[in-house]
T-cell receptor
Framework: QKEVEQDPGPLSVPEGAIVSLNCTYS??????FMWYRQYSRKGPELLMY????GNKEDGRFTAQVDKSSKYISLFIRDSQPSDSATYLC???????????FGTGTRLKVLA | DTGVSQDPRHKITKRGQNVTFRCDPI?????LYWYRQTLGQGPEFLTY????????KSRLLSDRFSAERPKGSFSTLEIQRTEQGDSAMYLC??????????????FGPGTRLTVL
């Protein structure tokens, strides 16, 4: 079993929809939770990070962490065709440098 | 452009050949990371440098792989005797690190390796 599990999709939604992306993990020592966006044939770029449990909002994006369930989510409101990309969750243990990534979920927002 | 840069962006080679990739991190970043990403998978950690010291190597990094970061600036990743299974995107990232806190890793555009 992988340390981080993520549904690979693909996920297709109409423009304006609310998108929910999720990851589960097994390592209870993870304390930093990141969401990266990766366009085709590009490097990942950080969208948001969260420390420990709770919610964090940035514009149309909201990240949620539920450490008791070992479950994290990224919500995208009012999705746009430009949001079409692969979304990667990543996690790390505090004081370490190694990120453990999920497989990524491919999202397509249809105009 | 002050981001992480990687060279070359694409490399096609024949099985058995040696290849070398270069990564230039963001200038003040003391930490540098190499990851490998295969099709349909997330990046997998390969190795990590703090300044010029290589502090960790993943078991994914076989003895055909070697990474260096002379003088704590740019880094090179060399693969000797390439195999078809080495075909992947090789990503470099850098961060400004101190211990115990979150340090955002900034990724470069990657080098896509195809081994024929």
């Amino acid at each position: 079993q992988k340390e981080v599990e993520q549904d690979p999709g693909p996920l297709s939604v109409p423009e304006g929809a609310i998108v929910s992306l999720n990851c589960t993990y097994s390592n209870s020592a993870f304390q930093y939770f990141m969401w990266y966006r990766q366009y085709s044939r590009k490097g990942p770029e950080l969208l948001m990070y969260t420390y420990s449990s709770g919610n964090k909002e940035d514009g149309r994006f909201t990240a949620q962490v539920d450490k008791s369930s070992k479950y994290i989510s990224l919500f995208i409101r009012d999705s746009q065709p430009s949001d079409s990309a692969t979304y990667l969750c990543a996690m790390s243990v505090s004081g370490t440098y190694k990120y453990i990534f999920g497989t990524g979920t491919r999202l397509k927002v249809l105009a | 452009d002050t981001g992480v840069s990687q060279d070359p962006r694409h490399k096609i080679t024949k099985r058995g050949q040696n290849v070398t990739f270069r990564c230039d991190p963001i200038s003040e970043h003391n930490r540098l990371y190499w990851y490998r990403q295969t099709l349909g998978q997330g990046p997998e950690f390969l190795t990590y440098f703090q300044n010029e010291a290589q502090l960790e190597k993943s078991r994914l990094l076989s003895d055909r792989f070697s990474a260096e970061r002379p003088k704590g600036s740019f880094s090179t990743l060399e693969i000797q005797r390439t195999e078809q299974g080495d075909s992947a995107m090789y990503l470099c990232a850098s961060s400004l690190g101190g211990g115990g806190f979150y340090n955002e890793q900034f990724f470069g555009p990657g080098t896509r390796l195809t081994v024929l």
